[in-house]
């Protein structure tokens, strides 16, 4: 039994869908991030779910049981946004308990529970200290802790780390994961960033214009985007329009090696930045200019070129430092059958 079904889920506002006959499901324990441009529908979706935003059409459920005459306050889910909006006035141990004593939890449990959590999220002597005093990392931490106490059968978070700066963000979405996954917390968490949705979620879902455009693991998304709008929303570039026959793509670039069971036919075809290969002048027919490159840095010393090809649109390419040519050279390119994706025209 799925713990939450959205079926057929629809919102408008005047006539402008929000939401667009959206079906989805998260199963207990499941850690899903909703990802989409701004307007696309992701804190609709999450509202919905919430019983703050009614449907047009469709329902929502939760362990099988539809929600249409449940109120916010006992669905059982817990939110957290990213004005997290602590009580000033409380300290941080007043603020974790609210929702605790909300619930009538007697004070000594909900102090075991507080202390519990604290620990929990990193800040295990914090309980007296008064918001005011905290950064903002440590508020994220309080607010999350707040959120986990009533221990809800599902947490959802809108964009819980969007005021941060990128380096926390990157270690509090790791923590994240780390005190989801340790609690069995079921999770849907709507962000823009789709590194930080790749870090957190088991499972992504890719929203455009109040539809989902794709669902998958985040490897499955990187490997095999669905679309142009998925692959232009994840960052991908190199696309051009193509036609496939036999193992072979005709393109603006020339011919490109498409994967050997892809059917005859036009496609938009896409090579990932890490497909397109700098080659031996002889191994390879097309020659580009190196128009810049970029340090990414990691853990494979990684570069990204930009190339200005003889002949089809501009190329990204990427390589070690060690293998990177410098601006201004010119340099022989060949494409990686395993890194071209064949998407719907
Ligand atoms: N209360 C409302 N009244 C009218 N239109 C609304 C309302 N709430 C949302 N919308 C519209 O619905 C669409 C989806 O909005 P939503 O906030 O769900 O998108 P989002 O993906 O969460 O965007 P963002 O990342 O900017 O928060 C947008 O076009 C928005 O303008």
Redesign the pocket.
């Known amino acids: 039994m799925s713990l939450l079904t959205v079926d057929d889920a629809a919102?408008t506002?005047?006539d402008?869908?929000?939401?667009d006959h959206v079906d989805l499901t998260l199963e207990p324990g499941e850690i899903v991030s909703?990802l989409?441009?701004?307007?696309?529908?992701?804190?609709?979706?999450?509202?919905a779910v919430a019983g703050l935003?009614p449907l047009t059409a469709g329902r929502i459920l939760l362990d099988d049981a539809d929600q249409a005459s449940t109120p916010p306050h006992r669905r059982g889910v817990g939110l957290m946004f990213q004005d997290h909006a602590l009580f000033p006035t409380r300290d941080v141990g007043g603020n974790v308990a609210f929702g605790l004593r909300m619930h009538g939890a007697p004070r000594a449990a909900a102090e075991r529970r507080v202390a519990e959590l604290l620990g929990l999220v990193g800040l295990p002597d914090a309980a007296r200290r008064p918001i005011a005093t905290l950064s903002g990392g440590e508020q994220q931490r309080v607010a999350l802790a707040r959120a986990l106490a009533p221990s809800p059968r599902l947490l959802m978070l809108?964009?819980p780390l969007g005021q941060l700066d990128r380096g926390l963000r990157e270690r509090l979405v790791q923590e994240l994961r780390a005190v989801f996954t340790r609690l069995g917390t079921s999770v849907l968490a709507?962000t823009?960033d789709q590194g930080e949705a790749f870090a957190l979620a088991d499972r992504v879902v890719v929203?455009h214009d109040?539809r989902i455009a794709q669902t998958g693991t985040p490897q499955e998304l990187w490997r095999r985007p669905a679309d142009e709008f998925v692959a232009r929303f994840l960052g991908f570039g190199n696309l051009v329009p193509a036609t496939a026959s036999g193992g072979e793509a005709e393109t603006p670039w020339g011919p490109v090696p498409v994967p050997k069971d892809a059917a005859d036919g036009r496609y938009l075809l896409l090579v990932r930045p890490g497909g397109v290969r700098l080659a031996a002048p002889e191994a390879a027919s097309l020659r580009a200019s190196v128009t810049a490159r970029t340090f990414r840095g990691g853990p494979a010393d990684s570069v990204t070129l930009a190339l200005d090809p003889e002949r089809g649109p501009a190329l990204e390419a990427t390589c070690r430092l060690g293998d990177a040519p410098v601006p201004g050279s010119t340099v022989a390119v060949a494409f990686d059958r395993d890194e071209v994706v064949l998407l719907p025209q």
């Open positions: 919102v506002f005047g402008a869908p929000a939401l909703i989409g441009p701004s307007g696309s529908g992701k804190s609709t979706l999450l509202r935003q809108d964009e709507v823009h929203m109040g």
